[in-house]
Structures are given as C-alpha cells and as structure tokens.
C-alpha cells in the first residue's frame, strides 16, 4: 500500500527523490485549478435566481438593508428575512447567518442582479479548489504536487458540485467548505518544523474553523477531521499536542451551538416534512426503514462515481422503499463495510487511502439518515464535501500505480500518466458539468429538465407545472398550459390526494376555458383526503358554477357556496367574490342583491377596466328592471372603459329611449 513518508516530498520511501518539473510550482498549479474552475462555470454568469434563491435574496428583507441588514441576520433564523416579506411562508429551524452576511454586503454592489451573486459564487469555488490544492500538496504525499493538482481539478471539473456553484442560496454549502478548507491547511502548516509565527498560523486556522461553524452545521464533522488530518500528515506529532487545537475547536463549536439554539428557541410555523420529501417514512417495517436508508447511501456512492442522471431533488417516488435484503441494500453494506474497514485497517500506518476512507465516512455522516431521519434522503449538496476525499483517493490511485512498478524495477514512470487519467475523467465530466450548468438558468429550465429525468418524482412534477402555470398567469403565455396540465396530472398519478396539484390543476383548466374540467378538479377538493384544501377552491368554483346551466352545475349551486362562505374564506379576493354574488343573484333574477352586490365590486379599488366594463353592465342589466336612470348612467360608465364597443352603446342607446318613452308617458 502507499503509505506517508514524512522526509519526502516527491519520491517514494524506497526510492530516491526525483525532482519535479520547475514549472509546476505551487502558484502556477493553484492558478491553473482556479482557472479550471472558474472556465467550467462561466456559463452560470447569466442564469437568474432559482429555487431558494428568493428566500434568502431576492425576497429576503434582511439582506435588502445591506451591511445595515447584517446584525438583523445573526440574531434571527435564517428564514426570517423571507418571513418578513412572505408572511404565509413556513420556518425552517436553521441558522446560517454568514452567507446571507455576504449576500447583505454584495446587495450595496450588485443589488438584485443576479449577475453579481453568479460571479462570486464561480470566484468562491474557484479560490475553495486552489485552496484544496495547496492542502493536498501540504499533505507531503509522494509525487505530492501532481497529486493535489489531480486531486484539486478532479474536485474543480466533477458535476455534482454544479448544485452548489449554480445555485446562489448553496453558498452556505460553498464557504462552509472553504473555511474549513482553509482552517486545515493554516493548522497544518503551523505545525511545520522552522514555522515562522506558529500561533499566528494556528489563530488564522481558528477564526476560519469559527466562520465556517457560522456557515452551515457541516462544519461539525471537521472536530473529528481537524486531529485525524494533523494526525496522519503531522511530522512526528504527538497525541497531547493535538489536544489543544482540538479543545480550542470544540469551544468554538460549543459556542455556536449555544448562539444557534437561543436563536431557534421561538420559530413558530416550523414546515414538517413528510413522505414525500422523505419517502423513509412511508417504510412500513424496521426491514423497509433501514433498507430505504441503506438504498440512498449505495446511490451516494453510485453517484460520486458515475454522476449522471443528476435532479435538483430526490423525492417520493423517485427513490423505491425496498428491505434490508434487497440487493442495493446488500450491496451498500458490502461498500460501506469495505470503507470502513480500509480506515481502520491503515491507521496505524497512516496510510492515505485511510485518511480518505476515514475523512468520506466523517462528513457524509451528518447527512447519512443513519442517526436521525431528515427532510430528504438524499441530496446531491451533501456529498460537496465527501467529494474532496473521493477525488483524493482518485489521485492517490495514480500514485500507488505508479509507486508498485517503481517497485517492480521500472527504472521510470512517464509522468504523463498522471495528466491522462485526469483526462479521461475530464473527458467524461466536462460536458456533464457544463451541460448541467444550462439546466439551473431559470426555475422553469430546471424544473422541466428534471421533471423529465425523473418522471415518477412527484414533487418535481409539481415544481415543473407550477413554472408553466406562472408564465400563464403572470406573463400571459397561455400557450403554456398544456404543459402545466401535463405535469400537474402526472404528479396527480404519484400522488392522487395532493392538494396543491390538485388546485392548481383546476386553475390551469379554468385559464384554458375548460369549464368543465375546471370544476371537475375544484368538486374533487371537497374529499376530506385533501388536507388543507384552499378557501379559494370555493370561490373558484362557484366562478365555474355561474357560467353553466345544468341541473347540478349552475347560479343556483354558486349562491349556496356563495352564502355558505365566511368572510375570511372570501377575505383574499373581495371584487371576486362580490361580483360572483352579483352574477349568481342576476342569474336568479334577485335583481336587487346582484346590484349591492356589483356596486360593492366597483367600488374596489383593485378592478382594473375590463372589470369596471363587465360590472357596470352588469349593474345596468340589473337596474333595466329596478331604475332605468341608474341603469342609463351605468351604461354610459361601462361605455366609457370601451368606447368602440358597439353592443354597449346599443345598450346605452336602449335605456336612452326607454327614458324618453317613460318620460312621455308620464306627461300623458
């Protein structure tokens, strides 16, 4: 096995130091994986903001202060920001103030463009994979350099990380990392023979570890990272010299547990996952639950290796409910056990292929669904970190080739095998890196992308419909609709009792003018199995009802859904329910209600001129029965919001001559 040589930098313990290239130092290597990186997310410069970007900036009152907003930002959840402009949106019990710290200080720049945001996310992760680098080579492994440039470019170029540089909101995920990153590589070097300013290095290492706990709770796991790293790479180190660094961090954790949970004591309107975020909690048997789970940890593994297809999120029923005998579970403690045992089995030795088996299993463990069950199974951000070991690992493989044939008595080794299995790999994550970019330039790329890579995931399905039914509703492409109708019914097949789908199914027929369908999917919300069914399902369909004339569907099933309503079922659209009280009393000829009812319509200062247009004719068909002079002025005011209309002034003309014929008659 390759194991640690401490007095060697480029050569292996059995064979003599061999000089490297000249031009490959440390500053020309960093800046090429920089660079490398930097060039594979250019083309996220011009994406906007997508999923939880609008939470925790485009909507987030806290970071549209600025600087201003920042203290705002450590002493609330990170939610809150969002909840004060938001008020129906649910908490989340987390707190991650520093990337929306950031996020506050880029908004006096770069306001809401997200130009801005995109630029320094590629920056961040840029820095974070030369800073990877210099780790690496710290690491003083044989053939060191090469290896940390293959180890840092493997990290730079592989595609499950295009969820953390593309998605703006994942730069709590992104500083986590180079915090703690950089908390590692300034301990290391403090720890260094003729280390100038040793403390200086090591107080460096702290505040970055202290900024990182800031970040995100990932952070944790490096309390057992930190002396495992300085353990395996620390020239002749002794145990009670990691001690110190390892209290220090553990008070620094402490600390920022105890900040975190005076901050969480009062979050009200906590969201509650279920199945379909964690589809674990449909398992039926203690064999399903630890199957389930075993399944989602053999797919991590699956996809560090082979990242392709990739989603934005796993949900139900994208990921089966299997026994612990299935052979994905089987197989997931086969790989485990292997990784398990391949870090014991080299501790001792301070073999590097342990330190990587030791560093995978520490900061995947958070995220395992193995100690506790979270909000999903499982996620393509949680392996940014587990990536680092697995690209190392990747490298060291190059260099453990390449030492057994050294001895086997090759008298060299061409160096440019270590620049060609990174470029097969290369080769093979480029354009899946580059290709997932484009997916993540808008929430309806995303989601219609991802919502045909996993048809069964039910809740993709509802994002992808609820992109086309905006563009629908707020920017009048109706032409859209179908494929919001198409994916809301193929979210309605995973799910047949899912609210939300099922509301906004009917809206998408009622925009489309399919009557019918509209108030077949708004009668389907009254079943008790749809929980929390909208109050607006009611008004809507007593809309659908007032413009059909069967025995079943008609004004006169509208006025009971009407009169049935409470006012703060019909509190969110007033001028809709008012002018739907006044069609269905007009259709039943209570000529005096649907009046009171349309006036209180117009008066509402949110009708715009074709509501104005259709209540005042209205009102003026209504007062031809009760006031031919209201019903006359009532004309005239509609005729004024569509002057060319020529029914209405047919309408203004009638009242104008049945007013004479009065006026005559009464004369006589």
Request: aromatic share 14%; with cysteine.
């Amino acid at each position: 096995m390759l194991t640690i040589n401490p007095n060697a930098k480029s050569a292996s313990k059995n064979s003599p130091e061999k000089p490297e290239s000249e031009w490959l130092t440390h500053r020309v290597a960093a800046i090429a994986v920089f660079v490398i990186a930097f060039v594979l997310y250019t083309n996220t410069l011009q994406h906007g903001f997508v999923m939880d970007d609008t939470g925790v900036l485009e909507q987030n009152a806290f970071v549209q202060k600025g600087i201003a907003g920042i203290p705002d930002i450590f002493i609330n959840r990170t939610w809150e920001g969002h909840k004060q402009i938001d008020k129906t949106v649910m908490d989340f019990p987390i707190y991650r103030p520093l990337s929306l710290a950031f996020f506050a200080f880029e908004y006096e720049f770069f306001g809401l463009k997200p130009f801005g945001y995109h630029l320094m996310q590629v920056l961040y992760y840029g820095l974070l994979c030369a800073l990877l680098y210099r780790l690496f080579a710290a690491f003083k492994l044989p053939n060191g350099r090469i290896v940390a440039l293959v180890a840092a470019t493997l990290f730079a170029a592989h595609p499950l990380h295009t969820e953390v540089v593309a998605n703006i909101k994942s730069r709590d995920e992104l500083l986590c990392l180079l915090f703690c990153v950089l908390s590692l590589y300034t301990l290391l070097k403090s720890f260094e023979e003729q280390r100038a300013r040793p403390l200086f290095w090591r107080n460096v290492g702290f505040l970055a570890y202290l900024l990182a706990l800031f970040c995100k709770e990932s952070a944790l796991t490096m309390l057992a990272v930190m002396p495992l790293t300085l353990y395996f790479f620390c020239k002749n180190i002794q145990i009670k010299q990691i001690v110190l660094p390892f209290v220090v961090y553990c008070t620094a954790a402490g600390v920022v547990l105890l900040i975190r949970m005076w901050v969480l004591t009062d979050a009200q309107n906590v969201y509650e996952f279920t199945y379909l975020d964690n589809p674990v909690l449909l398992a039926k048997s203690h064999s399903e639950s630890i199957g389930t789970r075993l399944w989602a940890l053999s797919e991590h593994l699956r996809l560090l290796v082979i990242p392709q297809p990739l989603v934005s999120s796993y949900y139900f029923d994208a990921i089966p409910i299997v026994s612990f005998t299935h052979w994905r579970s089987l197989l997931a403690v086969a790989l485990y056990g292997g990784v398990v045992v391949v870090a014991i089995m080299g501790l001792m030795s301070k073999k590097p292929f342990s330190y990587c088996a030791a560093f995978f299993l520490l900061t995947l463990s958070l995220y395992s669904n193995t100690f506790y069950t979270l909000n999903n199974l499982l996620g393509e951000r949680w392996l940014f970190v587990p990536s680092v070991a697995f690209c190392l690992t990747l490298a060291l493989g190059g260099a453990f080739w390449a030492e057994k044939k050294r001895k086997a008595g090759a008298d060299s080794v061409d160096a440019g095998f270590y620049y060609i299995v990174p470029a097969l790999l290369l080769m093979f994550y480029i354009p899946q890196t580059v290709g997932r970019n484009a997916d993540w330039k808008s929430a309806e790329t995303l989601f219609t992308k991802d919502a045909e890579t996993s048809p069964r995931n039910c809740l993709l399905q509802l994002n992808a419909a609820k992109t086309q039914l905006a563009k629908a509703q707020n920017e009048g492409q109706t032409d859209a609709l179908p494929a919001a109708i198409m994916y809301f019914k193929r979210c309605l097949a995973i799910e047949p009792y899912m609210t939300e789908a099922r509301f906004k199914l009917a809206q998408a027929y009622l925009i489309s003018g399919k009557l019918d369908s509209a108030t077949t999917e708004f009668e389907a919300l009254k079943n008790k199995k749809y929980k929390n069914a909208p109050k607006e399902a009611a008004l809507f369909l007593a809309f659908c009802y007032n413009r059909q004339n069967t025995p079943t569907r008609s004004s006169t099933q509208a006025m009971s859904l009407l009169k049935a309503m409470q006012p703060a079922d019909w509190a969110f659209d007033p001028l809709l329910y008012n002018q739907e009280m006044g069609v269905a009393a007009h259709a039943l000829k209570d000529y005096a209600t649907a009046a009171t009812s349309y006036e209180k319509a117009i008066a509402d200062p949110s009708a715009d001129s074709e509501d104005m247009q259709f209540l005042l004719t209205n009102l003026g068909h209504c007062y031809t029965s009760l006031d031919l002079t209201k019903a006359y002025i009532a004309y005239k005011k509609a005729l004024k919001y569509a002057p060319q209309d020529a029914l209405l002034q047919s309408y203004v003309n009638q009242a104008a001559v049945r007013l004479q014929n009065a006026a005559k008659q009464i004369k006589k």
